[in-house]
C-alpha cells in the first residue's frame, strides 16, 4: 500500500503493518489514544465499515484541532477528545463505551510537534523551553530547569536520558542559571555543547538524550504509557487488540513488561501440582519479538527508524486459573 505525506509532512510510522494487526472487526469501536496529526487515525476509518468507529485522544490542543479537522468527513464516526490516556477508564464511562475493538498507542513526539520552535522540543531551534504535550496544564519545562537541585537535575537525565554526562551538565546549568535564567532551547544546547569534551564533537546525541529526559519528566510520560496500557488493556473485548508503537528504549521497556505480565500464564513446579502463583492470563503476545518497519519505509521517513512496535490479543475467552 502506497501511503502518501499528508499535508504539513507528517506521514504515520508502519502504517501498513497498524492495519494489518490492529483491525479484527471492521463494525468495532477502536483507540487511537495518541491521535497526533491523525495519519493512523484517517487510514483506520477508511479500512471501517458504516458502523465503525474511532475515538481519538490527544493531550496536545493544537493536535486535537487538526485531527478534528482532519476527520471531519467522517461525521460523529470519528470522534477526538482533549484527554490523557491515563484516564481511560473514566473518560470511556462518560462516552457510553463500555469495550473497544482494538487500541493503538503510537508513542513519543508528532513531527508537528518536533517542528515547532514555539514548543521547544527540538533542540536545533530556537524557542521557549517548554516541552509540555499540554501547554495549558502546568509550567514550562524552563520553570523546572531553573529551579531544580543539581542533584535533581543529574537524576532526570541519567535516568530518562541515559545521559552519561548527566552530572557535568547539571552543574554547568546550576553554575549558569546564577547569571541569568534558561529560558530558551539555544541557551540550553549552547551549555550542552560547552558540556561534550573537545570540539563538542558529541553534543548532537547528548542534546537529544537531554531533551528527550527533560521532555518526558515535564510530562510524566512513563507513568503515563503505564497506566494508559493497562486501562486499555481492560477495556479491550475478547479477542480484540493492542498494538503499540515505540521509539526509545524507555518505552519500550515499559511497553513490554506490561504485556509480558499480561501475558504470564502459570510458572509452578510440577511438583505442586497446582497453582499457587495466581496466574490468570489476559492474553497472548501475538510476536516474540518487536515488528520493526521495512528498509523502504525508513528511506522515506527517517523517524520510523526507531520505531518498535509490539502486538498483544485479548482472551477470546478468560483462561481458567493457571491455564498456559
Not at 35 to 47: L, N, T
Not at 73 to 86: E, K, L, P, T
Not at 111 to 133: I, K, T
Amino acid at each position: 500500500m502506497d501511503h502518501q505525506p499528508p499535508v504539513g509532512g507528517h506521514l504515520p510510522v508502519m502504517a501498513d503493518e497498524v492495519l494489518r494487526e490492529l483491525i479484527t472487526d471492521r463494525d468495532g469501536i477502536y483507540l487511537d489514544a495518541t491521535i497526533g496529526g491523525a495519519g493512523h487515525a484517517e487510514m483506520i476509518m477508511q479500512q471501517l465499515s458504516p458502523k465503525g468507529r474511532l475515538i481519538g485522544l490527544d493531550r496536545d490542543p493544537q493536535a486535537v484541532a487538526r485531527a478534528a479537522a482532519r476527520l471531519a468527513s467522517f461525521g460523529g464516526r470519528a470522534q477526538v477528545v482533549h484527554s490523557d490516556y491515563r484516564s481511560l477508564g473514566s473518560l470511556f464511562r462518560e462516552l457510553g463505551v463500555a469495550e473497544i475493538h482494538g487500541a493503538l498507542f503510537d508513542l513519543g513526539l508528532s513531527s508537528l510537534q518536533l517542528d515547532n520552535p514555539e514548543r521547544g522540543f527540538a533542540y536545533r531551534l530556537d524557542g521557549p523551553l517548554d516541552l509540555r504535550f499540554d501547554p495549558t496544564q502546568g509550567e514550562p519545562t524552563s520553570s523546572w530547569l531553573n529551579s531544580a537541585t543539581e542533584e535533581s537535575l543529574a537524576s532526570v537525565f541519567s535516568e530518562f536520558g541515559e545521559e552519561p554526562l548527566s552530572r557535568r551538565i547539571a552543574r554547568r546549568i546550576v553554575k549558569a542559571r546564577l547569571a541569568e535564567p534558561i529560558l530558551t532551547t539555544t541557551q540550553l544546547r549552547q551549555l550542552i555543547i560547552a558540556a561534550s569534551g573537545p570540539g563538542g564533537r558529541t553534543w548532537g546525541r547528548t542534546a537529544a538524550r537531554i531533551f528527550q529526559a527533560l521532555r518526558v519528566h515535564s510530562n510524566s510520560e512513563l507513568d503515563a504509557i503505564a497506566r494508559g496500557l493497562d486501562a486499555a488493556l481492560s477495556l479491550l473485548a475478547g479477542g480484540s487488540r493492542l498494538v503499540v508503537i515505540a521509539y526509545h528504549s524507555l518505552e519500550d521497556r515499559i511497553v513490554k513488561t506490561v504485556t509480558r505480565e499480561a501475558a504470564r500464564t502459570c510458572d509452578c513446579p510440577k511438583i505442586y501440582g497446582r497453582c499457587i502463583c495466581g496466574a490468570s492470563p489476559r492474553g497472548r503476545l501475538v510476536y516474540r519479538r518487536v515488528l520493526r518497519p521495512a528498509d523502504s519505509e525508513t528511506v522515506t521517513n527517517p523517524r520510523a527508524q526507531a520505531a518498535r512496535m509490539r502486538v498483544f490479543e485479548k482472551c477470546a475467552i478468560p483462561s481458567p486459573l493457571g491455564a498456559a
